[in-house]
C-alpha cells in the first residue's frame, strides 16, 4: 500500500508505531485552529476532533474526517478503511460527535461493518492495478464528491467495486453514485481531482481526468469544466509525505463564492477570483504533512 502510494523516499517513514515529527504537527495544530476561527467568523459551528494517542491505538490521525465519513442526506455513512491502523479512527476521533448528531432522531448514522477472518485484501490481485483486491468491500469517503444529488466516485488503492458498490447500495432513495473514469496510477481520494465549486461550475485535474470522461455524466452536461491552467510546484519543506502538489486543488467551498485556500497559493487564488469567487487565505502546509488540505481535513455533517 505505501509503494503504490507514497514517493520512494517516504517509505522508510510509514513503518508501524513511528509518529509524525512532533514539530509539524505542532505547526499542524496552530494551522487547524486558524482555520477554525475562519470558519467560525464565517458562522459556521466547529467541532473538533477528540484528542486521541494515536500510537498507544496503532492508529494513523484524527485530522482528516472526510476519509471516515460520507454525509448523502440525512445519512452519514462510516468509511470501510483498508488500512488496518484506521479502521477504529471513526470511533476514537468522531465517537462523541456522531452521538450528539445521533439525538436528532431524523440523522441515521450507519456503522462500517468489521472484518472477520483472516485478512485478504493485499493478497494478489490479478483483476487491476491497486494494491487492494476485491475480495471484501472497503471504500474511503474521500474517494466520493456529491455534487447535488449525483455522487461521483472512483476506484483507488483504498476503494475498490465492492465498496462502490455498498456506497450505492446505501445512500438514500433519490441519489445516485456513478463511477468517474480517472488516470491516476497512485489514486487515493479524488478532492484533489475535481473541484466543484458552484452549481454549473468545475475544476479538474487534466493530468487525472479529461472533459470528455466528465461530460459522460449527466449531472455535469450542461456545466462549465476548467482545466486548471498550470502545474502546482512541489514544496520542499514541510515534507509531503502522502500528497502530490495538486493538493492545491484540496480547497473548501463555503458558499458557492467563498473558498478557503493554502496562503501560499496565490496564483491560484487569483486564478479562482477570475471564475468570480473570493479565496480566503489560510496557511495550511504543515497540515498537508499529515495527509489533506481544507476539504480532507473538514467534513460538513449539516449544510443548508
Known amino acids: 500500500m505505501t509503494e503504490a502510494t507514497l514517493p520512494e523516499r ?4 510509514f513503518r508501524a508505531n513511528n509518529p509524525f515529527p512532533k514539530e509539524i504537527l505542532q505547526e499542524a495544530e496552530v494551522e487547524l485552529d486558524q482555520f477554525s476561527a475562519i470558519l467560525q467568523r464565517e458562522g459556521i459551528e466547529v467541532h473538533r476532533a477528540d484528542v486521541v494517542d494515536w500510537l498507544s491505538h496503532g492508529g494513523y490521525t484524527g485530522a482528516m474526517p472526510r476519509d471516515g465519513l460520507l454525509v ?5 455513512i462510516e468509511s470501510i478503511f483498508s488500512w488496518p491502523c484506521r479502521r477504529n479512527e471513526v470511533d476514537l476521533a468522531y ?4 452521538s450528539q448528531l445521533e439525538q436528532d432522531t431524523s440523522v441515521k448514522v450507519i456503522k462500517a461493518p468489521k472484518p472477520t477472518g483472516r485478512e485478504t485484501l493485499l493478497d494478489d490481485n490479478p483483476l487491476g492495478p491497486w494494491a487492494i483486491n ?3 468491500a472497503v471504500f474511503d469517503a474521500a474517494d466520493f464528491m456529491r455534487l447535488g444529488r449525483t455522487i461521483l466516485g472512483q476506484l483507488s488503492h483504498v476503494t475498490n467495486m465492492k465498496g462502490f458498490e455498498y456506497v450505492q447500495a446505501t445512500v438514500p432513495e433519490g441519489y445516485v ?7 491516476d496510477e497512485h489514486a487515493m481520494h479524488i478532492d484533489a481531482t475535481i473541484l466543484p465549486l ?3 461550475l468545475l475544476v479538474y485535474n487534466p493530468q487525472r481526468v479529461t472533459e470528455v470522461s466528465l461530460r459522460k455524466h ?3 452536461k450542461d456545466w462549465e469544466l476548467c482545466p486548471l491552467p498550470f502545474v502546482p510546484m512541489p514544496r520542499e519543506y514541510p515534507p509531503s509525505f502522502m500528497v502530490s502538489p495538486w493538493i492545491t486543488l484540496n480547497v473548501l467551498v463555503l458558499d458557492g463564492r467563498k473558498v478557503v485556500v493554502e496562503e501560499s497559493d496565490e ?3 487569483e486564478w479562482l477570483r477570475e471564475l468570480g469567487m473570493e479565496p480566503i487565505p489560510c496557511p495550511f502546509k504543515h497540515v498537508h504533512s499529515i495527509g489533506g488540505s481544507f476539504h480532507c481535513a473538514t467534513v460538513d455533517l449539516k449544510r443548508d
Do not use: T, Y
Open 10 to 13: 517516504h517509505w522508510p517513514n
Open 72 to 76: 448523502v442526506g440525512n445519512h452519514v
Open 95 to 98: 465517537g462523541g460527535i456522531l
Open 134 to 136: 476485491n475480495s471484501r
Open 177 to 183: 453514485v456513478e463511477l468517474v473514469d480517472v488516470d
Open 198 to 200: 458552484r452549481p454549473g
Open 218 to 220: 449527466q449531472v455535469l
Open 267 to 269: 496564483d491560484f487564488a
